[in-house]
């Protein structure tokens, strides 16, 4: 199975952007949908972005559209999250997750993703 692990996390102040990675190794990444999913404090795991296998399909949870961008890049084995205008409200351990999936398929569903980073903090300040 696919192995994932984040970085890029850090502390920002509200209005800056940030770009967190995620780098997988094992299996071709390529034969994989992909997602970034975060936690808040006291909160449950919540759908940021997904990502189809080869970037053709993305959605986007509403509170992240239009200043979060997913994009991938399976030469490197690689996706990321770009997150512009950062709210102290985007505060939250972000992991990113993969399932094995045909071509175009993505999903919004934490419990179909399989594979799991370890998660990196970002935290925003006022």
């Known amino acids: 199975q696919v192995q994932l692990v984040e970085s890029g996390g850090g502390t920002v102040q509200a209005g800056d952007s940030l770009t967190l990675r995620c780098a997988a190794s094992?299996?071709?990444?390529?034969?994989?949908?992909a997602a970034w999913f975060r936690r808040a404090p006291g909160k449950e795991r919540e759908f940021v972005g997904t990502i189809s296998r080869v970037g053709t399909v993305r959605q986007y949870a509403d509170s992240v559209k239009g200043r979060f961008i997913i994009s991938r890049d399976n030469s490197q084995n690689t996706m990321s999250l770009q997150m512009n205008s950062l709210k102290p409200e985007d505060t939250a351990v972000y992991y990113c997750a993969a399932y094995f999936a045909v071509t175009g398929e993505v999903s919004r569903a934490v419990d179909r993703y399989r594979q799991w980073g370890q998660g990196t903090q970002v935290a925003v300040s006022s």
């Open positions: 094992g299996p071709p990444f390529s034969q994989y949908a």
